[in-house]
Every structure is written in structure tokens, then in C-alpha cells.
């Protein structure tokens, strides 16, 4: 067991906590103005704001569209080595998204959603308050020896931010050694920290399937090639993909969630087109080329034994998201040492949700984590009545400030 300190023992823990009220209301006035994936104009402007009151030393704004990144130097450049004889970092990234959903909000606190139909559902405006906070206490204690990259990023939800901001050169900029990120999660509770050394979270693809048949009366069936009865084939035979076509033990989900085809209003007639929407999350790419290959091969031959056609759109949206193991297990110690090895889970069952910062993964080592937030009234992400806990701002900003101090240390 490895020894571990209590919040009390940390100087950053105690410096954030005092700011809590502070890093509150930055977090609540972001939730009442909630925007969407690049067009977080008014939240990247209260960043920016933010990190010059801060003192952060370089401020970048309009990377990836909306994106914001921050650059703090630490008292000293970083050298070859640590005062151990290790070698250290010279630059750390730390990362933290910015948009909102297109969701209505249920909640009636005073700091609800003043933009109808748009919500922080996900929890973004606590991480972004949390890497404000981490910016103000790096600022003004420098305790490391090279850059902090402050990564403010827009578009996680669907829009693929991260991917965005690397294709505009966010590495090439800001050539950082690792790049770490953290998302609240209300199925654990307020204090604990979790995640493993490899697969966090599946990748998400997005499938559609368009049948074509021929169009007729809904009285004389045998005249037309229904498409809907191809599309209810497809949908049952695909349900086969993962049950006898991937071992048992990876993962797989393949869930077609949509069909259209026809119109309500004309119940006799059957249509020409129907089209199935779906997703698949995987964590293997060969797992991922299978499913895509063999759905294509399953929905074409199952149109032609009808008469009709199928064709499938395969577009990979997001891709798995991989913890390095060296940078997991750096992060799970400085976890550890702030609340806990009995606090830290380090084999956190991955999720087959999906995620952009793997985007920034694959571009450089690094670790996505977990911290916990419990689940108030039973709200978990994307809910109507889901809130940010605004008790674990000050653990999550000396978290992530630990993190760098720790990778860089003087």
C-alpha cells in the first residue's frame, strides 16, 4: 500500500479551498450562459478575462475556432533532470471543455440556464471553473520548473473539438510532454478519484443505412419491394454482430436507435426508402474494422434476398479513449496523494461512452481521469436536472495543479 496524504496535507488543496466562493460563482454564471460547440464566444471571452486576472503569462485565443490556451512559466526552465536524477517534463498540457448541450434545463435555482433549449448538462462549466482555479494557484506559486499549457477547449459534445484544435496546430505550438484531462462523475462519490491504465472510454461511431425498394399500396404488397420489412430484418440480424461475431471477452455495442421511412399520415402506403441511424463503440480497432466491414456485407445481402438495396454511410466520429500507462499511473500517485490510496480506483470499468479528448491522446501521452461527484437526486449526465457539485472545484484545481508541479518539479 502506498502512503498517501490527507487534503490537509496539501498546500494546494488549502490555498484553492479558500477560493472556492470564488471559483462557485465563475462556475455559475458559465451555467446560466450556456453556448454550444464553437460558439462559445461569451465563455471563451470570461476565460480569457479570467486568466489575465490570474496572471497566466501568455493567452492564445481562437485555436480550433473557438479555443482558448494559456501558457504559465514555472520559476525556472526545466533542465535535463529533477533534483532526483530523473528525468522530467518541460511542458504539461492540462485540458478542460467548454461547451454546453442542446437540451432544455428542469432546475429552478437562480443560476439555471438563462438560453432556452441550451444547458451544461455534462458538467463542462465545472471543469472549465476547475482549470481556472488550477491557473490561479500555478500562477501565483510557480512551484515547477518549466510551461503549463492551459487547454480551454470547445465542441466536445459531437463536434470534436480536440481534433479541431490539434488539426490547428495546438501541439505544434504548444509541444507539450503529456496532456491530461478530468471528468466529473456523479456514480462516484465526492472525494474519490478513478481510472486505469489503459481503455477509458469506447469509440464512437455513427451508422446509417438507406434501403431502397419500391414504392406501392399498402392493399397489394406483392407490386413493390417493401423497405420497411428489409429494415426490420437488418435490424434484427445486426443484433447478431456482437453476440456471435466479437469474443466475449472485448466489447461491443452495436444499437441502431432510429428508423424512418414512409409517413404517418399515409397508412397505405408503403414507401420507396426507409433509413436506419445507429451507433457502434468499440475499444479494438480490429474489433471496429469487423463490425464495420461485416454490418455493410449483413445489410447488403439481406436487402438483395428482398429485391431491394442497402447501402451503409460507416463514419468514424471519435476513437477510443487510451490512457498511456506510464502517465496513468503518474496521475492515479498524485491522486493518491491528495486524498487517499483508498480513494483512487485504479481499475475503473471503462465506459462505452465516448469522448474527443482521445483526439489529444493520440498525439501525445497522457491520461483521462475520473472525479467524483456523487450523484445528487439521482441526476447523472446529460439530464434535465443534472448540476455541477460545486464542493469538489477546489480537489479538482489541486488535482490538476499537482499534476504539473509533480511532472516538473523544481
Known amino acids: 500500500m502506498r502512503e498517501s496524504a490527507p487534503l490537509a496535507a496539501s498546500g494546494a488543496y488549502q490555498r484553492l479551498a479558500g477560493w472556492q466562493s470564488d471559483l462557485m460563482a465563475f462556475r455559475r454564471d458559465l451555467h446560466a450562459h450556456p453556448e454550444l460547440g464553437f460558439e ?24 480550433g475556432k473557438t479555443g482558448v490556451v494559456g501558457v504559465i512559466h514555472g520559476s525556472r526552465a526545466a533542465g535535463a533532470n529533477g533534483s532526483n536524477g530523473a528525468a522530467v517534463a518541460k511542458s504539461i498540457g492540462l485540458r478542460a471543455d467548454m461547451d454546453a448541450l442542446p437540451m ?15 444547458m451544461h448538462g455534462c458538467g463542462h462549466d465545472g471543469h472549465t471553473a476547475m482549470l481556472v482555479g488550477a491557473a490561479r494557484y500555478l500562477a501565483q506559486t510557480r512551484q515547477f520548473a518549466g510551461d503549463v499549457v492551459l487547454i480551454f477547449q470547445p465542441g466536445e459534445e459531437g463536434f470534436a473539438g480536440a481534433k479541431a484544435m490539434v488539426d490547428d496546430g495546438l501541439f505544434d505550438r504548444f509541444p507539450v510532454d503529456s496532456v491530461y484531462a478530468m471528468h466529473n462523475w456523479p456514480s462516484m462519490q465526492p472525494g474519490c478519484i478513478g481510472l486505469n491504465m489503459g481503455a477509458m472510454m469506447a469509440a464512437a461511431d455513427r451508422v446509417e443505412i438507406t434501403v431502397n425498394g419500391r414504392g406501392g399500396h399498402g ?53 420507396r426508402q426507409a433509413k436506419l441511424m445507429g451507433t457502434v463503440r468499440t475499444f479494438k480497432r480490429e474489433v471496429q474494422d469487423m463490425i464495420e466491414e461485416r454490418l455493410g456485407r449483413l445489410a447488403e445481402s439481406i436487402a438483395l434476398g428482398f429485391g431491394a438495396t442497402a447501402s451503409l454511410d460507416y463514419q468514424r466520429v471519435y476513437p477510443a479513449t487510451i490512457n498511456t500507462p506510464r502517465e496513468a499511473a503518474f496521475a492515479a500517485d498524485v491522486a493518491a496523494s491528495l486524498v487517499g490510496e483508498d480513494k483512487v480506483v485504479r481499475e475503473l470499468v471503462p465506459s462505452m461512452g465516448a469522448e474527443d479528448f482521445s483526439f489529444m491522446l493520440q498525439a501525445r501521452p497522457g491520461a483521462y481521469l475520473r472525479i467524483g461527484q456523487g450523484g445528487e437526486g439521482g441526476c447523472f449526465l446529460h439530464s434535465t436536472r443534472y448540476d455541477f457539485n460545486d464542493e469538489i472545484l477546489p480537489l479538482g484545481s489541486a488535482l490538476l495543479a499537482t499534476l504539473a508541479e509533480r511532472a516538473m518539479p523544481l
Open 40 to 63: 462559445e464566444v461569451r465563455t471563451a471571452s470570461k476565460v480569457v478575462e479570467a486568466l489575465r486576472v490570474c496572471g497566466v503569462d501568455e493567452i492564445h485565443t481562437g485555436i
Open 104 to 118: 432544455r434545463e428542469e432546475n429552478d435555482f437562480p443560476w439555471r440556464s438563462a438560453t432556452p433549449g441550451l
Open 219 to 271: 392493399a397489394h404488397p406483392y407490386m413493390a419491394i417493401d423497405p420497411v420489412l428489409v429494415a426490420a430484418h437488418i435490424i434484427t440480424a445486426a443484433q447478431s454482430l456482437v453476440s456471435r461475431s466479437v469474443n466475449p471477452l472485448d466489447s461491443a455495442v452495436v444499437s441502431l436507435c432510429a428508423m424512418q421511412a414512409g409517413d404517418l399520415g399515409a397508412f397505405s402506403v408503403i414507401p
